[in-house]
């Protein structure tokens, strides 16, 4: 089983990064640390369930390939 | 063109690297990990082809099927731990790439004690009495 | 089907822009229905001391004179005034009227209305300037929250939107 996944996952991964990382600045900015914090845990755990989902294709991928 | 692809998809992902380093390095790891499982992705659409091939060989010259099941999947969980082992590496974690890499050796040889039994065999008949 | 999908993230990032534009918004309005009560109030302490018409009339005037939720007010409690006291009258009005003013602001207008109508017109103008006095204090917390938060929000709102039309386009 090939799993069909395309480079707009590394797009995806990169503006949500940038994303949070404006979300940081700006409610530092405002005096609101522990929400930037929990903003930036939020786009990590986003991100994680995503690339959890890749990593578990590519070790199907491989496990069918080789018969593990 | 492969080969292409997956310079692309390095290249493509080194900038968002790069870009993303400065803002939240946390994030650069999520996509180094996903350009290592996208690349590996497109090799073993590739590598089907190879194994195939390999197994119509070993059938042909009537080689022990078991071996050459092992053998690939020696192979497999050689490209796994590599995978694990770079990515702990590039997140500094050396300590952890080290033991994955001695888990998966000893697996391996775990896993090949039937071959290296039999390869005794054959040295112990062919060892004069 | 994709061109409804794309079109459905859109509508999602243009409502999340305006949900932050408006919240942002409210700390602006605030600001300017806390001046606006300003002036209206001077009017109306100028015209409790120089003229004698009644409370009801001047507040009619002064709801001419004021623009938005204040005019509101004002004209709410004047004709309100027509069948309750002018002091239940003046306090149904603030809290009827849908205006950007917070619980606290609304709490010191009320005060003003204890004496409304009940004294003699120097117990009243007293009352104005006490009002006056807390409001100062009320705009001057309103121009901070303002510069703390109007930005904030509407930036809050076009990221995260944005956010939201990334992880799932």
Known sequence: MIVKMDINLLFKIA????????????????????????????????VLTMVIKEISGLFDTVRTIFNL | ??????????????????????????????????TGVLILLL???????????????????????????????????AILAEFAVSICKDSGESAIASKIEIGSKIVIIAMSIPIISSLLEIILKILPQ | ML??????LFLILVASVLLGKNIARKYVNRLKELEEMRTALNIFRSKVSFTYSPIPEIFEEIAKDSKGNIGKIFSVASKKMEKVTANIAWSEAINEV?????????????????????????????QIDITQKFLDNQIQDAIDEKQKNEKLYSKLGITIGLAIVVVLA
């Open chain 2, 1 to 34: 063109m492969e080969i292409i692809k997956i310079i692309g998809i390095a290249l493509i992902a080194l900038i968002i690297i790069i870009l993303l380093k400065q803002y939240k390095p946390e994030f650069a790891i999520y996509v180094s990990l996903i």
């Open chain 2, 43 to 77: 090799i073993m659409e590739q590598l089907t082809g190879i194994i195939g091939l390999l197994q119509d060989l070993a059938t042909k010259a009537s080689v022990n099927s078991t071996f050459i099941a092992l053998l690939l999947k020696i192979t497999g969980i």
């Open chain 3, 98 to 126: 849908d205006s950007n003013l917070n619980k606290e602001d609304k709490k010191i207008l009320e005060n003003l209305s204890k004496l409304l109508g009940q004294t003699d017109v120097e117990g009243q103008i007293s």
């Open chain 1, 15 to 46: 503006a949500i990064g940038i994303l949070v990382a404006v979300l940081h600045q700006v409610l530092v900015r405002a005096g609101r640390e522990d929400q930037a914090m929990m903003t930036t845990l939020a786009g990590l755990v986003i």
């Open chain 3, 3 to 8: 061109f409804v999908k794309y079109f459905m």
